[in-house]
């Protein structure tokens, strides 16, 4: 077996969610000895607490180099063939489907930085899988042909600098310099 690259346990804010929300159940089953409508908070604040534990007691995800690890479950690279996000990112709820067809929920209630960091590792790690529906190559970028490289080079493109009306003046001074050797308008025999 590989070393561990990367291992993710559930974030502990869950489980206090969770004890939390059994505290105010209890307060509220307290006030619901007086006022019945109170037991709606009870039923609402028990249903959440269950939840919420239940994300708190979730197996730690491992990543490493040739498998995947959850809870006691090790899972070839090779073996996932789809990797489907569902719209949950913080918890993460992710589609995962293996060569024999068989699939599996990946629920992973942490941070959204660790979320984001476990979805990433799927997706880079499971090569031979189709990532929310694409290839992995077209998912990655990598089906980019090669492009050939260039023989010959291309000009440089010409900016214009100047307007035409100055370009013409540019270059009837340039060839007054050449045949006469400078710019200005008088004539050497003037300078004698």
Do not use: C
């Amino acid at each position: 077996m590989g070393a561990a690259m990367t291992r993710y346990l559930p974030s502990r804010r869950y489980l206090w969610g969770g004890l939390a929300a059994w505290g105010l159940a209890a307060l509220s089953g307290v006030f619901a000895i007086e006022w019945a409508p109170a037991l709606i908070a009870v039923v609402l604040f028990l249903i959440s607490s269950g939840l919420l534990v239940f994300l708190a007691l979730r197996p730690p995800v491992e990543i490493r180099e040739s498998h995947l690890i959850v809870g006691n479950r090790a899972i070839p690279w090779g073996e996932i063939r789809r990797v489907d996000r569902t719209g949950w990112i913080s918890p993460l709820v992710v589609r995962l489907t293996f060569s024999d067809d068989s699939r599996m929920l990946l629920i992973y209630p942490g941070d959204l930085d660790s979320a984001n960091s476990l979805l990433r590792h799927l997706r880079r790690h499971s090569r031979e899988a189709q990532i929310d529906g694409r290839a992995h190559r077209d998912f990655w970028g990598d089906a980019l042909p090669a492009m050939p490289e260039r023989k010959e080079e291309l000009p440089s493109p010409r900016y214009r600098l100047l307007r035409p009306e100055d370009e013409a003046e540019v270059e009837r001074m340039f060839h007054q310099l050449k045949t006469v050797g400078r710019l200005d308008q008088n004539n050497s025999s003037d300078e004698k």
